[in-house]
């Protein structure tokens, strides 16, 4: 079993910056790629950034030159850099990691972005 905790939500105005943390535990040997998600309310979920284990990213095109995600394999955590945040980046943000075929979730941390 993967365990994924997601930290670094919070309230910003736009055009600000929040850096999203994402650490994994338990069975973490093997983990290949992991990703961001987010669903805003009222919303389905939709991909938002990939970082497989060779180093390739991989973007939606509504955070293409925004948002930057970046993997720390020693601390066993991913991050999810996001610059000039605009209101329509409000959601909650999941953290995904690929593991054996499976796939697993965090809970998710919750990005608002409002004047």
């Known amino acids: 079993q993967v365990q994924l905790v997601e930290s670094g939500g919070g309230l910003v105005q736009p055009g600000g910056s929040l850096r999203l943390s994402c650490a994994a535990s338990?069975?973490?040997?093997?983990?290949?790629?992991m990703s961001w998600y987010r669903q805003a309310p009222g919303k389905q979920r939709e991909f938002v950034a990939a970082?497989?284990?060779?180093?390739?990213?991989n973007y939606a095109d509504s955070v293409k030159g925004r948002f930057t995600i970046i993997r720390d394999n020693a601390k066993n955590t991913v991050y999810l850099q996001m610059n000039s945040l605009k209101p329509e980046d409000t959601a909650e943000y999941y953290c995904?990691?690929?593991?054996?075929?499976?796939?697993?979730w965090g809970k998710g941390t919750m990005v608002t972005v409002s004047s």
């Open positions: 995904n990691a690929l593991r054996g075929g499976a796939n697993y």
């Open positions: 338990g069975v973490i040997f093997g983990i290949g790629g």
């Open positions: 970082l497989t284990r060779g180093g390739t990213t």
